[in-house]
């Protein structure tokens, strides 16, 4: 939709044009897109049933929100949505340092240009990616940042301190007609929640001593980890209680929810085939489940993402090193992300020193599970009896798939490797290669064959 052509008050009295608040707009494109069955909420993923009809209720009710859950849940991701039901183009003042609507000026010098421009008064249109702002809670936010200060710099041009036109607004007012957003809410420090006290019930703006009654139209919506976990600090209980809503998020559900949200996010610079990715998100649901991970500080969703970028560069570099004309992610990868995840995951207190151990034992378990959702029902035993006949196989980081393909046993007419490569998808020669290490792999982990690693090379034999 390209810009409103109205550039004068008058041009936009003329259009039909109508005023909203925030909360009626957000309320009337929600419904309209919720009667004409449009997704509101694009690239959301395991909420549908949960999260998505909270928020949804809260919108319709006009309430401000604080969404709880720990880190890596898709709060922010959620809350970045909310730009899609905002109308597209929106007028405003030309020249109001806080984005007033032209119909409905609340600053003293916005009115007095109205009063003296009437019909003529200039206009321009704000696209609503602009009216949202967002802000990252740090112990050092400052009541000058969210809400104002007195600006030395227009004191110093003539006015004096008890003009009103002296103060140079903060984050919230600047998004009058807006949506702010609080991301880790509670790393507010206290008297700086005070500060939003006002702004979120009274709706003006209180800056050294000056009560400037600002009619703000505002939706503020935060995020925080829960309080029992992060302690660094607290949601006040009067700011905790000016928000309508307070909705706890969570992880993944299902499994198919947590592959999309890592096939979505993911930046992948080689191709990964999905049960690669699945064996990723088992591997982070089992963490989720352990009683050695510290389950307060949650494992984001970004450790399953972080793996498959980590998996799809090893394959990348694997294709520079050995000239393949394609790259694609192989299991033996895996062990490259479990290499340099382990950062990112809390362990219990007496875990210390068993962490590698955890995390390699809770890899196979996800790959084993993986082996037996997909090749669940075939016949691998004519491959196991080449093997245990004296077969040898060779994978590792630096072999090519064209050489792991070659080095297969010769199976005669059997054409158990193409029924596994159909099982995992594996219509290119990478992919091929992919589909029968992951079998291996199972037949390993089920003890029916053995492997021998090291210097960068495994063997099944």
Known sequence: MMRPPATTVGELRASGHELRTVRAELRENLLAALREGRDPWPGIHGFEHTVVPQLERALLAGHDVVLLGERGQG?????????????????????????????????????????ELGDDLPITWRHREERYVEKLATPDTSVADLIGDVDPVKVAEGRTLGDPET???GLVPRSHRGIVAINELPDLAERIQVAMLNVMEERDVQVRGYVLRLPLDVLVVASANPEDYTNRGRIITPLKDRFGAEIRTHYPLSLADEVAVVRQEATLVAD????????????????????????????SARFAIAGAETVAAAALHRAARQGE??????P??????????????????????????????????????????HLRGLDLTPLVAAITGGALVSTGEQVAAAAFLAGLPDLGELPLYDEIADRLGGDTPGRRAGAVELALEGLYLSRRISKETGDGETVYG
Do not use: N
């Open 75 to 115: 709060k922010t991701r959620l809350l970045r949505t909310l730009v899609g039901l905002l109308d597209e183009w929106s007028p405003v003042i030309e020249g109001s340092e806080i984005g007033e609507h032209p119909f409905d000026p609340i600053t003293a010098a916005s009115r007095r240009r109205a009063d």
């Open 167 to 169: 103060i140079h607004f």
């Open 272 to 299: 990964v085939p999905d049960h690669l990715l699945e064996v990723l998100a088992r591997f982070t649901r089992a963490l989720r489940e352990s009683s050695a991970v510290d389950q307060r500080s949650g494992v």
């Open 325 to 330: 004309d394609e790259a694609v992610a192989r």
């Open 332 to 373: 033996v990868d895996l062990e490259t992300a479990v290499e340099v995840l382990g950062g990112k995951i809390e362990f219990e207190q007496g875990e210390e020193g068993r962490e590698d151990e955890v995390l390699d034992h809770l890899l196979r378990m996800a790959t084993a599970e993986t082996v037996r959702e």
